[in-house]
């Protein structure tokens, strides 16, 4: 399957980019009208992703963070790329409430999030290169209702 719109978005690992990139996610999405819950949906699993690039990728470190989204006539696909610290144990990170930064009273419970709201998330990671998160999620609002794209 083809995308029918593509976008690519970087920008320098402040927090105050988390909330740019959330709305920038949001805008791309809203061409295929999904409707409100699904696009809080794409919002969330957006923030907590770029959360993560920030926070635990670059730690007090800056960099940049990459994010595509690919649309497609009823579904999303969106990556957000660090070039941090990477994950040792993507498992491990994976599971509820595992936190590599106690310190910062995280929840752990960034991938737990980003899972919820969306259809597949998938990580891959090298330890001393980043990580990339690709999530996907097909909007059943929209479904039939866009096949004049």
């Known amino acids: ?23 920038v996610a949001a805008a791309f999405v809203s061409q295929i009208d999904p409707n409100i819950e699904e696009l809080a ?17 670059y730690e007090n470190k800056v960099g940049l963070v990459k994010m595509t989204c690919k649309l497609y006539e009823d579904a999303v696909e969106i990556s957000v790329t660090d070039e941090g610290k990477g994950i040792e144990d993507i498992e491990k990170a994976r599971e509820p409430m595992f936190t590599s930064r106690p310190d910062m009273e995280r929840s752990g419970m960034g991938f737990t999030v980003m899972e919820s709201f969306m259809d597949k998330v998938e990580v891959v990671s090298e330890v001393g ?10 909007f059943s609002s929209v479904r039939g209702k ?3 794209l």
């Open 41 to 57: 949906d794409v919002k969330t699993a957006v923030s907590e992703a770029v959360t993560n690039a920030i926070i635990h990728g």
């Open 1 to 23: 399957m083809n995308p029918i719109n593509e976008v690519k978005l970087e920008f320098v690992s402040k927090s105050s980019n988390e909330a740019f990139a959330r709305v």
């Open 129 to 138: 290169s980043g990580t990339t998160v690709t999530m996907f999620k097909t």
């Open 146 to 148: 866009n096949n004049a």
